[in-house]
């Protein structure tokens, strides 16, 4: 089954609301359809560390029993002011070492593997599926675009499957971190994370 970029965001739209929790300062310029403010948990002002603006990131990672599993992880750094005096803001994920791009072809899959290394990837285009041999619940949907971050931490187990049922060819930057020093964070669920638009959990 192939989908096409615009029914994709269509359904996407239709199962989450776009919510926000204040006005603060996003980013300028124009923001496409299923773009950045739904991947970030707006609190507050990204330069005030008592109000301050989190990054929320789907995560892949092992399980005790040895089987892959989702989680949402918020970030404990905060992001903070630029130094450009734009108002805009940054936040730093750690020393990455390896960089690689990978073009997948419409409709192809890999197949059940683990992480070789815990990385940061962005998804630039296409669409990237992510199931667990050994729990259906829960399918990732991560969309090419400015939503399209997730971290993959399962270098152990069961492993996951990666398909790209996309019309498009799926384009991903994977950024291993250096010496897998995996960014502090917070689990804040055991599923992927529903505010961000681009890769929301499906229940089935
Ligand atoms: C945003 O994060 C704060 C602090 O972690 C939390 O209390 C709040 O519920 C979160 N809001 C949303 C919409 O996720
Ligand atoms: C946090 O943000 C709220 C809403 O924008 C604002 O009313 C409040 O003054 C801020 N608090 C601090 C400490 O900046
Ligand atoms: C924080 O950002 C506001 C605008 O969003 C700016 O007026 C203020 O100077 C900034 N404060 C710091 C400490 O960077
Ligand atoms: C930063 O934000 C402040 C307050 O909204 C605004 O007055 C200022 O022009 C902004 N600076 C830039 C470079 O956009
Ligand atoms: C991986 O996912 C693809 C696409 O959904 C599916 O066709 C394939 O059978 C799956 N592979 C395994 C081993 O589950
Ligand atoms: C999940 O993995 C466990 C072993 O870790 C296995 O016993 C169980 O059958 C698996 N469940 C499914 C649904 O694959
Ligand atoms: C299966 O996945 C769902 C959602 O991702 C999660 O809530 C549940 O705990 C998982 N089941 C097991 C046995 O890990």
Redesign the pocket.
């Known amino acids: 089954m192939k989908f096409h970029r615009l029914s994709v965001l269509s359904a996407l739209t239709a199962l989450t609301p776009l919510t926000f929790t204040n006005a603060e300062p996003r980013p300028q310029g124009p923001v496409p359809f299923g773009s950045t403010p739904s991947s970030y948990n707006q609190t507050g002002p990204g330069n005030s560390t008592s109000n301050s603006t989190y990054l929320q990131i789907p995560a892949v990672v092992t399980?005790s029993?040895g089987?892959s599993?989702?989680q949402c992880w918020q970030l404990n750094s905060p992001f903070t002011s630029t130094p450009f005096g734009s108002n805009g803001s940054q936040l730093g994920f750690g020393d990455v070492s390896g960089a690689s791009i990978t073009v997948q072809p419409p409709d192809s899959n890999t197949g059940v593997h683990t992480t070789s290394m815990p990385a940061l990837l962005h998804v630039l285009s296409g669409l990237l599926s992510i199931t667990?041999p050994?729990?259906?619940?829960?399918t990732a949907w991560v969309l090419g675009g400015v939503s399209g971050s997730l971290i993959l931490a399962d270098t152990t187990g069961s492993g996951h499957n990666t398909s790209h049922p996309s019309d498009e060819s799926t384009v991903i930057i994977t950024m291993p971190f250096a010496g897998a020093v995996i960014p502090a964070h917070t689990i804040v669920g055991?599923?992927?994370c529903s505010t961000n638009l681009g890769a929301l959990?499906q229940?089935t």
């Open positions: 399980d029993d089987n599993q989702f667990l050994n729990n259906s619940t829960s055991y599923d992927v959990g229940a």
